[in-house]
């Protein structure tokens, strides 16, 4: 749901992850023991709510920021309700202190690069269109804290002829007591999308998964040109379904009982029929963009939160599935191409070539060729001739004596996996 187009080499940058070979993720701030109660009781229930108008034929962005109340809130259970012609809610979380809101009341045109949008990694819920409740296992919750800032974002689109009235409703259900196990939510989206003109598109991604979870809830999500969404569970060479829909705006869903094993990935694509005269890539608009997103909620076997590599689906084993033929050398060069054009001020152009070139790769092409950038960039980058900030990418010597040494020296691993891809 939320958009990365702006971002040209976000993707191969695996959003702050650095280095390469087997370097294990951060955490993501979980506690070491079980969860412990904040000072002051705890909320029983937290209701965000907003209402503002969108103008005929008019696509908006809403948020407002809150405050988490007093004592906090271990979230045992979400309830949501959208008004007509929603296309999605999320609870995001900020890095704000109550002093720092930018803005008070409803926000418009709240999109990516918004000025007025600060927020940080993860998302903290996200909803479907529609009404729905959802809960995770007893003894389990999502950790709030007292004074946090966090940032509710309604997406509608109004494709009536006239003005019409919105409203999106959260509602946070507190557990009773300090449960055993704290939960989270994994978000996975897929940045690199090509849709051709007059025809069919797909794209797929793959996320590692660190330990045994349990899935609770989620969602897939699309924008109006997807035609199927399926998510799978793999483990070595066995795939089991998660969920399937063929509505590209599915409300969100309980699973009961979804165990996932650590070391297994989950798998799930998008699948798109485009009758337009112009190709369609990734992006934020519900028109003018396509969209492949996952939304879970989980918890894990040790009660605590997985990692944040895990819970945004960047591990090195994890990222973008290609769907076409192109090798994980030619997935280079391709990218190599996108980013000249990114220099030369070729506008959108670039970014959308870059989303083709990934999603044109052969099946494990983008992701070993995103260890290779990344190593390039820690390792070789003098001899290669990395462009700066460009996640690895070697536009003057890559083929050069001293690059090949380098790379054969301190990337072999890298080197030989992208020459073996599909």
């Known amino acids: 749901m939320r958009s990365r187009a702006a971002l040209l080499f976000v993707g191969i940058q695996f959003v702050g992850l650095t280095g390469c070979g087997g ?18 009781a705890l909320a029983p229930a937290w209701e965000l709510s907003f209402e503002s108008a969108v103008g005929a034929g008019e696509e908006d962005t809403l948020c407002q920021y809150f405050v988490v109340p007093p004592g906090g809130l271990w979230v ?18 900020t890095a704000l202190s109550a002093e720092q809101i930018p803005a008070p009341g409803v ?25 729905t409740s959802v809960s995770f296992p007893d003894g389990s919750a999502l950790r709030l804290e007292a004074g946090r800032v966090v940032l509710l974002e309604h997406h509608v689109v109004n494709t009536g002829s006239a003005p019409i009235a919105t409203r ?17 939510i994994m978000h996975f989206y897929n940045w690199a999308i090509f849709v051709p003109p007059r025809g069919e598109g797909r794209a797929e991604m793959t996320c590692e998964v660190g330990e045994d979870v349990e899935l609770s809830f989620g969602h897939g999500h699309m924008h109006e040109r997807g035609t199927l969404f399926l998510a ?23 699973f009961g009982e979804a165990r996932v094993r650590a070391g297994s990935h989950i798998r799930f694509g998008c699948s798109y029929r485009n009758s337009d005269d112009v ?24 009660g605590r939160r997985l990692a944040n590599a895990y819970e945004w689906c960047t591990t090195h084993a994890s990222g973008v599935v290609g769907v076409g033929q192109l090798s994980c050398q030619a997935v280079d060069r391709c990218s190599e191409d996108a980013w000249r054009l990114a220099r030369a001020g070729q506008g959108d152009g670039s970014g959308s ?25 820690a390792r070789c980058e003098a001899a290669c001739g990395v462009a700066p900030g460009s996640g690895g990418l070697a536009l003057s010597a890559r083929d050069d004596a001293a690059c090949v040494a380098c790379l054969t020296q301190s990337c072999a691993t890298e080197q030989a996996a992208c020459d073996d891809a599909c």
Not at 234 to 251: H, I, K, S
Not at 354 to 366: E, I, V, Y
């Open 23 to 40: 370097e294990q993720p951060s955490p993501a701030g979980a506690p070491d023991a079980a969860p412990e109660a904040e000072a002051g």
């Open 76 to 93: 045992q259970r979400f309830e949501h309700t959208l008004s007509d012609r929603s296309h999605h809610l999320l609870l995001l979380p």
């Open 107 to 131: 926000i418009h045109a709240c999109g990516e690069g918004s000025p007025l949008k600060h927020t940080t990694g993860g998302v903290l819920y996200g909803g479907q269109p529609g009404g």
């Open 168 to 184: 999106a409703s959260l509602k946070l259900v507190s557990a009773v007591a300090v449960p055993e196990r704290e939960a989270g």
């Open 232 to 254: 799978e569970i793999v483990e070595g060479n066995e795939r089991a379904p998660l969920f399937e829909t063929r509505d590209w705006d599915a409300e969100t869903v309980s």
């Open 279 to 302: 190709p369609y890539f990734q992006g934020q608009s519900a028109t003018t963009d396509e969209m492949c997103s996952l939304t879970l909620g989980y918890v894990s076997q040790s």
């Open 353 to 377: 070539a870059l989303q083709t070139c990934f999603n044109q790769g052969c099946d494990s092409a983008p992701r070993r060729f995103r260890a290779l950038s990344l190593c390039r960039a």
